[in-house]
């Protein structure tokens, strides 16, 4: 497993494919928002699903702020296109599929086997400017990550 990414280093590019099956690069993303990248364990169970509702209920305050919001687990993108249809989710979510972005990301797994959920706020340069892990505060990655956000697009030139 890599060092884990922190405040200041910058982000790893990666692609991959999102819930329509198209390739998404981050470096792509990058440039005119911020990206809100959050890695989460598996679709459709308690902790996951409230995490997804909670990005979804704050989506267009996120869009507002000049920010997007991408999740990743290792789900498949059948798999990530029927959570997102069940829960209406209006952002990307990606596959990765044996963990590689993960692993990139030295995103650490719980007791060793459950993927870790851990939330980046990556700016426009690509540098990572807020990092939060937490298993079970769901609601903090959201507000956290907004208020990030928020605070980024004040630091932004009129």
Do not use: W
């Not at 997804?52 to 919001?69: I, L, M, N, Q, T």
């Not at 789900?75 to 692993?103: C, E, I, M, W, Y």
Request: charged share 20%.
């Amino acid at each position: 497993m890599a060092d884990s990414i922190q405040v200041g280093d910058k982000a790893p590019d990666f692609t991959l494919p999102s819930q329509s099956g198209e390739p998404v690069r981050l470096q792509d993303r990058l440039g005119e928002r911020v990206v809100v990248l959050y890695f989460y364990p598996k679709d459709n169970t308690r902790g996951c699903t409230a995490e997804a509702c909670a990005f979804r209920d704050s989506h267009e305050v996120f869009a507002e702020a000049g920010a997007e919001v991408i999740g990743v687990s290792s789900d498949s993108a059948a798999k990530h296109a029927a959570f997102a249809g069940q829960h209406n989710l209006p952002f990307t979510l990606l596959s990765d599929q044996g963990g590689q972005v993960r692993k990139l990301y030295g995103v650490p797994a719980v007791l060793g086997i459950l993927p870790g959920r851990v939330t980046y706020v990556i700016d426009r340069e690509g540098v990572v400017r807020h990092v939060f892990n937490s298993m079970t505060n769901i609601g903090q990655h959201v507000g956290d990550a907004l208020a990030k956000v928020r605070e980024l697009q004040a630091d932004q030139p009129a």
